[in-house]
């Protein structure tokens, strides 16, 4: 038998790493507005699906941002959702997991695996039961379609095409 856990918002974030200029790596979140994690009695990891709001999207800068939420980019007006759903989940050691799933961006669905820690529960102060899991993986920005770029003077281009994700979620079990 199998619970669904609810995904905390306001203790979960999505982080992304791009390499600019050729030279540094800009840093930013998305805010995770809601999802679930699916649990079995031993709390193995079952499944996970996760949505995260394109325009909130942060990278300390607020041009930046802006550029990020426009058509060149998220197109956050016609997108407003990046979402992740898991197909499959494989136990790769205690704890650790392999997780297969489908990553929609800007409308377009594409395979991802996200390499997954989950916790132990945990008591909250007011006696709910928790769990955390940090996922990460690596994709290509042009899979999705964000495809817009500059060159530089210099060679080479203003955005890298990998991005690293990192993905913190605690989620909270359901009240009996």
């Not at 809601?34 to 009695?41: I, K, N, P």
């Not at 050691?93 to 377009?108: A, P, S, W």
């Not at 690596?138 to 964000?146: T, V």
Request: glycine share 8%; hydrophobic share 35%; proline share 3%.
């Amino acid at each position: 038998m199998s619970q669904i856990w609810n995904i905390d918002p306001s203790h979960t974030s999505l982080e992304f790493a791009v390499r600019h200029m050729m030279i540094s790596t800009v840093r930013g979140s998305f805010k995770v507005s809601g999802g679930t994690v699916e649990l079995d009695d031993q709390s193995k990891l079952l499944g996970v699906e996760a949505t995260i709001e394109t325009a909130s999207i942060n990278t300390k800068d607020a041009q930046r941002d802006g550029h990020l939420n426009a058509a060149d980019f998220f197109d956050s007006a016609t997108h407003p959702n990046i979402t992740f759903k898991s197909t499959n989940v494989q136990a790769s050691g205690d704890n650790n997991y392999k997780v297969e799933g489908h990553l929609t961006i800007r409308g377009e669905t594409k395979p991802v695996i996200l390499e997954v820690e989950t916790s132990q529960q945990a008591k909250d102060p007011w006696g709910n039961t928790k769990i955390a899991a940090s996922g990460t993986t690596k994709i290509s920005r042009k899979e999705w379609g964000l495809v817009w770029n500059q060159a530089l003077e210099t060679g080479g281009v203003l955005v890298g095409d990998e991005v690293k994700i990192t993905l913190d979620v605690q989620a909270a079990a359901p009240k009996a």
